[in-house]
Every structure is written in structure tokens, then in C-alpha cells.
């Protein structure tokens, strides 16, 4: 009788391979339609931890779906969306079975995920710092003190301690755009998305902003993902640029890989029609 061969790891140990981490998002899969559009098609996205990715593409590509998908603003026709190991739109039944994900399912995972949106929304009869506050408060159930003093210092990395009494209407757009990063990063989240936040500011206050995502990104291990056409930008701030068409990744790499050499006919395209138009 022939005894089972031992496998080399269980005679040395040594040789064990490290324990591979898992992506901190993932969408496998992840299918969404309007109607008989289909804007994402098949997504397969895997984004680590720490890692800094920016999606370009033309419009209509699925790009910010992409983001308000992640965000639970819209839900998905097929396939499954993880943060930091946990499903988003689905939980496990009691068999261990994927079900549709009830609303504190929903709404405890989607907490690890702050959104910068194109628009600021904030609250017109808040001033910045209450406007910092509020979600904290009403959310997280931090006290007033707790809230103040996390509002005063996100405030100040953004480079608005000296505006925290002004309201939305005596802020420049730059400023506004400020503050709500400043709130986002409030609830302390594992994951920033950032959806085309300078497409409403001039390019002086377009640099503002960029350079206060630039810092964070410098000074904290945080996930960002960011939709953008700001190619200068992208390729000096992301690990990763993923060109989007038609509701998938066509191609994706380095910033010098993708705007250097890219390999795809559509990829030199679009690049090519963006470096025209600027």
C-alpha cells in the first residue's frame, strides 16, 4: 500500500507562502441596467488597500455608476459587490446562502464608504463646521464635544480653520468642495470616492482641491477612487488608471504604462481627444 506523499509545505514549513490579503473592494461580476442600457456590463474590479485608483473614460461609460453603485445610490442587476471582505447589496442568510441585503446590512457596510460629489450638497444653513458635524452626531451618536473637536480638525487639514463659522454662501466653490471632503473624511471611512470634484470649479480652484486630495493621500493610508477627467492629475496622483467603455474596463495599468503606451486602439483614442480639447 502506497502511503500519501507528504506536501513539501508540511516538511518544511519554511517554505509556506505568505497569506494573501484580500482586496479591501471588489465587484465581480457586477451588472447594472437602465432599461434595456446596460451601463455596467460584467464589472470585475478588485482595489487594494491603500491603493489610489482613477477611472477616465468618455461619458456614458459607466464610470460614476460605478461610484453610486458602491454608494447604495443605485442597486445592481447581477453579480456581487464586497467591502473589506463583507458582501453590500447582499448578506448571508441562515443556510449561508447570498440574500438581498436588509437596511442595517446595507447601511453598516456602506459606512466604510465616503463619497466627494460633483455638486458639494451641503447644508445651506449650516456653517462649516455644523455642516462637518452633523453626520458624526446624527450617526455615528459621537457627542457635540467629540464632533467639534474631529470637525475642527478635519477642517484644518483641509485648510479652513479659519472659515469654520462661515456658511455655504460665503464660501467659494473651491472652499465649499473643501468642506465637503472635510465631511466625508468625518465619518472616517475605509474607502473615498471621488466623483468629478472639480468639473464645477474654475482652474484656479480646481488646483485647490486637488491639492488638498493630494495631501490626504500623502499623509493618510486611505482607498481612494476617483472618476476624473483631469489626466495630469491622474497620472501623477494614482497606482492604478482604469479606462472604462462601455460599462467595462477596456484597459487599465500604471499611469505611465496606460498614458505612455497604451495597448488598446480605443485607450489612444480617447487620450488622444483629450490632449486635443486641452
Known amino acids: ?9 508540511t ?22 441596467r437602465y432599461g434595456e442600457l446596460t451601463v455596467l456590463d460584467g464589472l470585475d474590479l478588485q482595489i ?9 473614460g468618455p461619458s456614458g461609460s459607466g464610470k460614476s455608476t460605478l461610484l453610486r453603485v458602491l454608494m447604495t445610490l443605485e442597486g445592481i442587476d447581477e453579480g456581487v459587490i464586497e467591502v473589506d471582505g463583507e458582501p453590500l447589496t447582499h448578506m448571508p442568510d441562515a443556510s449561508g446562502q447570498l440574500v438581498p441585503a436588509n437596511a442595517r446590512h ?8 465616503g463619497m466627494v460629489f460633483q455638486s458639494f450638497n451641503l447644508f445651506p444653513h449650516m456653517n462649516a463646521l455644523q455642516n462637518v458635524m452633523e453626520a ?26 479659519d472659515k469654520l463659522e462661515h456658511f455655504p454662501a460665503q464660501l467659494s466653490g473651491g472652499q465649499q468642495q473643501r468642506v465637503a471632503i472635510a465631511r466625508a473624511l468625518a465619518m472616517r471611512p475605509k474607502v473615498m470616492l471621488f466623483d468629478e470634484v472639480t468639473s464645477a470649479l474654475d482652474p484656479e480652484l480646481c488646483g485647490e482641491v486637488l ?21 495630469g492629475f491622474a497620472r501623477e496622483f494614482a497606482d492604478r488608471v482604469c479606462f472604462f467603455h462601455e460599462g467595462r474596463i477596456h484597459e487599465q495599468g500604471s499611469p505611465d ?22
Do not use: C, W, Y
Open 136 to 161: 458624526p452626531v446624527q450617526v455615528l451618536g459621537l457627542s457635540k464635544a467629540e464632533a467639534r473637536e474631529r470637525a475642527e480638525e478635519l477642517l484644518a487639514m483641509v485648510g479652513l480653520e
Open 211 to 231: 491639492n488638498v486630495i493630494r495631501r490626504l493621500g500623502e499623509a493618510h493610508n486611505l482607498t481612494m477612487l476617483m472618476v476624473t477627467h483631469q489626466m
Open 106 to 113: 446595507l447601511r453598516r457596510v456602506r459606512g466604510k464608504v
Open 11 to 32: 516538511l518544511n514549513p519554511t517554505t509556506q507562502q505568505p497569506e494573501q490579503t484580500q482586496p479591501l473592494v471588489r465587484f465581480a461580476g457586477v451588472t447594472k
Open 48 to 56: 487594494e488597500e491603500g491603493e489610489k485608483v482613477a477611472i477616465i
Open 257 to 278: 504604462e496606460l498614458f505612455n503606451n497604451p495597448r488598446e486602439e480605443r485607450t489612444r483614442e480617447f487620450l488622444s481627444a483629450v490632449n486635443e480639447a486641452h
Open 1 to 9: 500500500m502506497n502511503t500519501p506523499m507528504q506536501s513539501t509545505d
